[in-house]
């Protein structure tokens, strides 16, 4: 059974940082690209971004670029958003989730698994 589960969330000051973690259990992350989303209330649920199992590649939505670092350590299994210089607009409901997909990777239907969420607010 494929599991996904995030942590790291939090309340921050604008400014500040946090980063996420997001745990794989069983052959998921190995032969998975993953990525992260999030979900504000009253809105849709929105790319974050992407890594991609073979080589690395990452990829971002203009309105993080720069900001947040998408990693993975094979070794843990685990997947990780580091958050920088967070501003209120980044509060959010943060899920991490997996593919084994190569296109579309900005589509939250996509991804195959994903995890029960971890909430971020950012105070002004």
């Known amino acids: 059974q494929v599991q996904l589960v995030e942590s790291g969330g939090g309340l921050v000051q604008a400014g500040g940082s946090l980063r996420l973690s997001c745990a794989g259990a069983?052959?998921?992350?190995?032969?998975?690209?993953m990525g992260w989303f999030r979900q504000a209330p009253g809105k849709e649920r929105e790319f974050v971004a992407h890594i991609r199992w073979t080589g690395g590649s990452t990829y971002y939505a203009d309105s993080v670029k720069g900001r947040f670092t998408i990693s993975r350590d094979y070794a843990k299994n685990t997947l990780y958003l580091q958050m920088n210089s967070l501003k209120p607009e980044d509060t959010a409901a943060y899920y991490c989730a997996a593919t084994t997909s190569a296109i579309a990777i900005t589509a939250a239907t996509t991804y195959d698994y994903w995890g029960q969420g971890t909430q971020v607010t950012v105070s002004s």
């Open positions: 069983g052959r998921i992350l190995k032969k998975h690209s």
